[in-house]
């Protein structure tokens, strides 16, 4: 019995290599990020979850890279709530002009 198994190399994004779209891998990079900040804090997964208003578990999920019913925008939100700066970044790409830089802060530490 013979196997025909054909390797193919990885373009160096597992993401991309999975036909995944371009958002897990944001998704990903979020939770990660995530991770390192309550790391750098010395915060428990029970404290960051109490921190950024959701519930433990929920956070255990998401660090777990179940993190499908979260959009960009929450899991930036609740990084945020780590005391965190993020912020999207809009610019032509590959032109070396000033970008528009949007911040992603909760409601209620926006300016009027």
């Known amino acids: ?3 025909d198994n054909k390797i193919t190399p990885s373009s160096g994004n597992v993401f991309d290599d999975l036909g995944l779209p ?3 891998r944001v998704k990903a990079d979020l939770a990660l990020a995530i991770k390192q900040r309550m ?3 010395g915060y428990t997964q029970t404290r960051a979850a ?3 208003g959701i519930k433990q578990p929920d956070l255990s999920r998401i660090l777990s890279g179940h993190f499908r019913g979260y ?13 965190c700066d993020v912020e999207l970044v809009i610019r032509p790409h590959g032109e070396k002009v000033a970008p528009h830089i949007i911040p992603m802060r909760p409601a209620e530490t ?3």
């Open 1 to 3: 019995m013979t196997h």
């Open 22 to 24: 371009s958002e897990h």
């Open 39 to 41: 790391k750098s804090l």
């Open 50 to 52: 109490e921190q950024m």
């Open 71 to 83: 959009s960009v925008e929450r899991l930036s939100l609740l990084l945020a709530a780590l005391d």
């Open 110 to 112: 926006r300016p009027v």
